[in-house]
């Protein structure tokens, strides 16, 4: 087998049971990460499929939104795993209203899942990092991390959040083997996207087609979605040696969203 750059790693992915998560864990994997697999979904396929790639996977179902459990989940990666070398914080969820609207439980867990689990899992994997002075801290962000969208209040405060907890952790770490940086996706189109895509269709009695079409003709110019695997191989390179000096960016992987 030819080198592969992240063996003997392990890699913690939040919410990596489905799209840009498992995507993710996909391309680590693939250059030799051992895993560690998060989310709420079915995670026996994924761990299979990763497995294949000749790598070790463990599975631990923290809700990102509770303290306790995402220290358990630090805590087993550190027995199981001898503690976390790349942590991909892509844990979210998504609701779609008007300020006024939103609904208050929604905001709360909106911003503990998208942002104040990457702060605890960020300060949990940190002294593992700093002790073996080779870490990598990458936070999946959005568009939305560096423009608004009317109706996601609480998404675009979280990723926006999310983008400066990234340029913190990268300064304070600057003069180490320590990274943190921020991947800012426009549409993929996964379970979180299909669910705006029917509410369009549903809302204006659209053909799924005519609804996805729609969705990426309001903000995306290239009219085609980013990919998990696209993603993935951006998260390896930033994995790299050649991203040993890459700190603190946001880097999108939009379409041509925010050139706009
Ligand atoms: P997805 O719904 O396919 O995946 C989300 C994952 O998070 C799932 O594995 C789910 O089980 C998990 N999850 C949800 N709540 C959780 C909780 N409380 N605890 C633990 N796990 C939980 O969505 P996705 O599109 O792959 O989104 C992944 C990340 O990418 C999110 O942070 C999202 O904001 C971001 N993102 C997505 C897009 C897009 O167009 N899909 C664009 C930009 C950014």
Not at 3 to 14: C, N, P
Not at 26 to 40: C, E, M, P, V
Not at 109 to 134: C, D, E, G, V, Y
Not at 147 to 166: F, N
Request: net charge negative; with cysteine; charged share 15%.
């Amino acid at each position: 087998m030819s080198h592969r750059t992240l063996a003997g790693k392990s890699a913690l992915v939040t919410g990596s049971t489905s799209g840009i998560g498992l995507g993710i864990a996909k391309s680590l994997a693939s250059q030799g990460a051992n895993i560690i697999l998060n989310g709420f979904g079915d995670y026996h396929l994924a761990k299979n499929e990763l497995e294949a790639f000749g790598v070790q996977v463990h599975y631990h179902g923290a809700d990102m939104s509770k303290i306790a459990e995402i220290e358990a989940m630090m805590q087993f990666a550190a027995d199981t795993s001898a503690g976390v070398d790349i942590l991909i914080n892509n844990a979210g969820i998504q609701h779609v209203a008007s300020v006024e609207n939103f609904p208050v439980e929604r905001w709360d867990a909106i911003i503990a899942i998208n942002l104040s689990s990457a702060f605890h899992t960020s300060r949990l994997a940190l002294p593992h990092m700093k002790q073996k002075n080779w870490g990598r801290i990458i936070n999946i962000a959005s568009v939305h991390g560096l423009v608004g969208s009317a109706q996601k209040s609480a998404y675009v405060a979280a990723k926006h959040g999310i983008v400066g907890l990234t340029k913190v952790i990268a300064l304070e770490n600057a003069t180490s083997g320590v990274t943190c940086n921020a991947i800012c996706p426009g549409w993929v189109l996964t379970p979180l996207v299909q669910k705006q895509v029917d509410a369009k269709a549903q809302e204006l009695q659209l053909s799924n087609e005519q609804a996805t079409k729609l969705l990426l003709g309001e903000k995306e110019p290239s009219m085609a979605f980013t990919t998990p695997q696209e993603l993935g191989e951006l998260a390896v390179f930033l994995c790299s040696e050649a991203g040993n000096n890459v700190r603190g960016v946001a880097w999108n992987m939009d379409g041509g969203w925010t050139a706009q």
